[in-house]
Nanobody
Framework: QVQLVESGGGLVQAGGSLRLSCTAS????????MAWFRQAPGKEREFVSAIAYSGENTYYADSVKGRFTISRDNTENSVWLQMSKLKPEDTAVYYCARLESSYYYRGAKVDYWGQGTQVTVSS
């Protein structure tokens, strides 16, 4: 069983920055791609960013490209999401996820989810 524990959410003013962290338990962290999703009130959960098993390939939703950076350290079983130039529309619960594959592709399936961390951006 894999557990994903997120931290780093909070309240920030528009234009500010936050760094989300996700630490995974269990083995084979370095085999799987990792991703961040978010869900705003009244909206469906949406893809934000992903990183391949080795960290060499990263992927971003158009809405966050150029503002967010995903990274990972397989020696620490951790993945991070550095969020900059935050906007009120970035307000959501952010979820860390482990993908079933080593690389991200559209429609890639998630096999484990974290509990989520709230990010609120005030205008």
């Amino acid at each position: 069983q894999v557990q994903l524990v997120e931290s780093g959410g909070g309240l920030v003013q528009a234009g500010g920055s936050l760094r989300l962290s996700c630490t995974a338990s269990g083995r084979a962290f370095d085999t799987y791609a990792m991703a961040w999703f978010r869900q705003a009130p009244g909206k469906e959960r949406e893809f934000v960013s992903a990183i391949a098993y080795s960290g060499e390939n990263t992927y971003y939703a158009d809405s966050v490209k150029g503002r967010f950076t995903i990274s990972r350290d397989n020696t620490e079983n951790s993945v991070w999401l550095q969020m900059s130039k935050l906007k009120p529309e970035d307000t959501a619960v952010y979820y860390c996820a482990r993908l079933e594959s080593s690389y991200y592709y559209r429609g890639a399936k998630v096999d484990y989810w974290g509990q989520g961390t709230q990010v609120t951006v005030s205008s």
